[in-house]
């Protein structure tokens, strides 16, 4: 069964203070995804990689770093946390179809629930 | 701008009723429309929509997407409880991303 794991189901941390999200799919897939979902507002891309090594901002990108070192990892870096990044954090991957070249579906982890304090 | 909206933003029905939800976007180079569901946890993937396949069904779900309006529904029949959720609606424009909408929050009532 595909499988996208995150590091942690809740986490409680201070303004300031500097936060690793971890995600890990054993799909051998190209592409990872960092989405932060808030109410109203539906799910906001902030980074996506689609190779080793490889990233690109998404749509709100401030205050938020990624690192992709192993194709099977993706990991969320708040550098300097604030009260404004309390949301829930999703990881997502997914891969190229050969045939068509179209991103196929996206599979999600089961979020992180961040508040910062 | 990629945008993609979803409506309406909460939905409650009887168990039994019928509800379509809405899901209209402007994206450039449009690839695939994708739904999903979300209860309390992950989004778990519905159906992909593209060019050569606009419609799906899967039980008491269905899709079409509407490229001359560039939009899609999603129907449900015979709605259950079970079928409370979120539903999410997601573009895929070029390669890589995917767009999504706020989403519909349907809440089925016994």
């Known amino acids: 069964d595909v499988k996208v794991t995150q590091s942690s189901r809740y986490l409680v941390k201070r303004t300031g203070e500097k936060v690793f999200l971890e995600c890990v799919q054993d799909?051998?897939?190209?592409?990872m995804f960092w989405y932060r979902q808030d109410p109203g507002l539906g799910l906001r891309l902030i980074y996506f990689?689609?190779?080793?090594?490889?990233?690109e901002k998404g749509d709100i990108p401030e205050g938020y770093s990624v690192s992709r070192e192993k194709k099977e990892r993706f990991s969320l870096i708040l550098e300097s946390a604030s009260t404004n990044q309390t949301s829930m954090y999703l990881c997502?991957?997914?891969?190229?179809?050969?045939?068509?070249?179209?991103?196929?579906?996206?599979?999600f982890g089961q979020g992180t629930r961040l508040t910062v304090v | 701008e990629d945008k993609v909206v979803q409506s309406p933003l909460s939905l409650v029905v009887h168990e039994g009723d019928t509800v379509t939800l809405n899901c209209s976007y402007e994206?450039?180079?449009?690839?695939?429309l994708l739904w999903y569901k979300q209860e309390k946890k992950a989004p778990t993937f519905l159906f992909m929509l593209?060019?050569?396949?606009i419609e799906k069904k899967s039980g008491r779900l269905s899709s079409i997407l509407d490229k001359k309006e560039l939009s899609s529904i999603l129907n449900i029949t015979a709605t259950q409880t079970g079928d409370s959720a979120i539903y999410l609606c997601?573009?895929?424009?070029?390669?890589?991303?995917?767009?999504f909408g706020t989403g519909t929050r349907l809440k089925v009532l016994a």
């Open positions: 997601a573009v895929v424009p070029g390669t890589y991303k995917y767009i």
């Open positions: 593209t060019s050569s396949g």
């Open positions: 799909m051998d897939h190209e592409n």
């Open positions: 994206v450039t180079n449009f690839r695939s």
């Open positions: 997502a991957s997914s891969r190229l179809s050969g045939g068509t070249g179209l991103n196929t579906e996206a599979f």
């Open positions: 990689s689609y190779d080793v090594k490889m990233k």
